[in-house]
């Protein structure tokens, strides 16, 4: 290497690999010593440097002659060269020890033979244990380099996958109603918790006019983006059907065929759609294998809206029906999907319908905004926040003539 490109630290790796050169050397000895074959630490001293700056550097420019080789001929050539490299770095060796730090009594021809056979042979030895670490410090540096490129591929697509995911939790986000449309005397209030980013529960409200409007709530089976994409279907099948007049047994049926003739095998949705008119007050519903709605009335305990037909996605010629029931001032019904009663504590105890129906039954006189709250937030509490599955609840409350909203 010519003076001027030897760095501080090319002078600094020298002295360090003396310095190991050197520790060998004394290791080497102590060994011997304590076999009790003797030997010198000079004669040990001088082998290890020479091997160490001699034979190795030959061996790494040599290395790219033979190693393009194909196995085992790589090897046969490597081992072949080795020895012949060993063989005259011993030689060197054993002129420098019996030339210049031996006695001449010393220098007889059976422990000059005895000696560069005993050496020829370590350093074969240690020349064989070098390739052996050397190839696979070789393949460990390669598979090191290809596993780091596999993690920073693999962290470009975890980030793409982030900012798409992200991008899908706004666009899912639009799909719920920010601002819920409120009818006079009639108060409506929903939230909902998707298990992961995205999810596959649903609500809106669709006003008609000043007295009718219709609410909706559905779970499509599953979770994450592929629930997210059957629910933006869903949400917007709805929007096409949800017509005033259109009776929810119709909306279902015209749902279920759609559905049917797109979902892959094995999902389908639950869902519930019912008109309320504040006028005759009513609330006209059809149930598609959703979970209950719970009606709390002002006289009595909170009761289940329990008929319904099988679930969307199923089979085409599904029948629904139409029930309808009478509502009254201060009435109170809450629309929930399963990710509600099915929220578990570190028990595995779900919430239920029970702990639900007797929230419901004991804040039913506060304002709706707060007792939605609380039930939510209790829900929360329960599982700790961690939901298995979507969470979503719509409360809506038939207000006294008194606490008329007005009209949004």
């Known amino acids: 290497?010519?003076?001027?490109?030897?760095?501080?630290?090319d002078i600094r790796r020298f002295f360090q690999q003396q310095q190991i050169l050197v520790f060998a050397a004394?290791?080497?000895f102590a060994l011997l010593s304590v076999l009790k074959i003797p030997s010198h630490l000079w004669t040990c001293l001088v082998f290890a440097l020479c091997i160490g700056n001699l034979m190795?550097?030959?061996?790494?420019?040599?290395?790219?002659?033979?190693?393009?080789?194909?196995?085992?001929?790589?090897?046969?050539?490597?081992?072949?060269?080795?020895a012949v490299v060993s063989f005259g770095t011993v030689i060197v060796a054993a002129g420098v020890?019996?030339?210049?730090?031996?006695?001449?009594?010393a220098r007889t021809r059976a422990n000059v033979i005895a000696d560069i056979r005993l050496g020829t042979v370590a350093?074969?030895?240690?020349?064989?244990?070098?390739?052996?670490?050397?190839?696979m410090k070789t393949r460990l540096e390669s598979q090191n380099v290809v596993l780091q490129e596999a993690v920073q591929t693999r962290t470009f697509q975890l980030e793409e996958q982030e900012k798409e995911l992200e991008t899908a939790r706004e666009i899912q986000g639009r799909l719920i109603p920010a601002r819920i449309p409120q009818l006079p005397n009639l108060e409506i209030v929903g939230s909902y918790q998707p298990a992961r980013v995205v999810g596959g529960d649903y609500f809106d409200v669709i006003k008609f006019s000043e007295t009718r409007v219709a609410v909706c709530i559905a779970d499509v089976v599953g979770k994450g983006i592929a629930a997210a994409l059957l629910m933006a279907n869903v949400q917007a099948a709805v929007k096409a059907f949800a017509v005033d007049n259109v009776a929810p047994s119709e909306i279902c049926a015209q749902l279920n065929r759609v559905l049917c003739s797109n979902l892959a095998l094995g999902k389908f949705v639950t869902f519930f759609y019912c008109v309320l008119d504040t006028t005759a007050r009513t609330?006209?519903?059809?149930?598609?294998?959703?979970?209950?709605?719970?009606l709390h009335r002002s006289r009595g305990n909170a009761e289940l809206l329990g008929e319904g037909g099988i679930v969307l996605g199923i089979f085409p010629e599904s029948k629904y029906w139409d029930v309808t029931v009478q509502f009254d001032p201060g009435n109170k019904v809450l629309l929930f999907t399963d990710g509600i009663t099915e929220a578990a504590n570190t028990r595995d105890e779900e919430y239920g319908e029970a702990r639900l129906r007797q929230r419901l039954d004991v804040?039913?006189?506060s304002e709706t905004a707060a007792v939605h709250?609380?039930?939510?937030?209790?829900?929360?509490?329960?599982?700790?926040?961690?939901?298995?599955?979507?969470?979503?609840?719509v409360l809506i409350s038939f207000l006294p003539l008194a606490k008329s909203l007005v009209v949004q």
Request: charge should be negative.
């Open 26 to 28: 004394v290791a080497v």
């Open 56 to 82: 190795f550097p030959i061996m790494m420019r040599l290395d790219r002659y033979y190693s393009r080789l194909t196995f085992p001929l790589n090897w046969l050539a490597g081992l072949l060269i080795l």
């Open 123 to 135: 350093a074969f030895i240690v020349g064989i244990v070098s390739q052996l670490y050397g190839g």
């Open 373 to 393: 709250r609380t039930l939510m937030q209790e829900v929360s509490d329960f599982c700790l926040g961690n939901f298995a599955d979507d969470a979503t609840l």
């Open 97 to 105: 020890i019996y030339g210049l730090l031996l006695e001449p009594a």
């Open 363 to 365: 804040d039913s006189s």
């Open 283 to 294: 609330l006209a519903y059809s149930n598609a294998g959703h979970c209950f709605p719970l």
């Open 1 to 9: 290497m010519p003076l001027d490109k030897v760095t501080r630290g």
